[in-house]
Nanobody
Framework: QVQLVESGGGLVQAGGSLRLACAAS????????MGWFRQAPGKEREFVAF????????HYADSVKDRFTISRDNAKNTVHLQMNNLKPEDTAVYYC????????????????WGQGTQVTVSS
């Protein structure tokens, strides 16, 4: 069992930045690839980024590439999502998730989920 708790969401103006954090507890954090997903009202859950268990490989959705950066610190059991140049269309609840496999852009590959943190970008 892995418990995940997201933090760092909030209200920001377009063009601003936020840094989301996801703290993990339970089983060995470095055994899991970690992903970030988001869901806006009335829309399906959407892949944002994932990082391999070692941190050596990252993947991004085209919509966030060059604006968002995913990173992890296995010593501190945390994963971060640095979000720059935010746009109103980035508004959503952001979820972190743990995958016992190698990571994926498909949400159903993930085994554990946090409760989410709200990000609102005003125009």
């Amino acid at each position: 069992q892995v418990q995940l708790v997201e933090s760092g969401g909030g209200l920001v103006q377009a063009g601003g930045s936020l840094r989301l954090a996801c703290a993990a507890s339970g089983r060995t954090f470095s055994n899991y690839a970690m992903g970030w997903f988001r869901q806006a009202p009335g829309k399906e859950r959407e892949f944002v980024a994932f990082i391999s268990n070692s941190g050596g490989s990252t993947h991004y959705a085209d919509s966030v590439k060059d604006r968002f950066t995913i990173s992890r610190d296995n010593a501190k059991n945390t994963v971060h999502l640095q979000m720059n140049n935010l746009k109103p269309e980035d508004t959503a609840v952001y979820y972190c998730a743990a995958d016992v496999g190698s990571g994926s852009s498909w949400w159903y590959h993930y085994d554990y989920w946090g409760q989410g943190t709200q990000v609102t970008v005003s125009s």
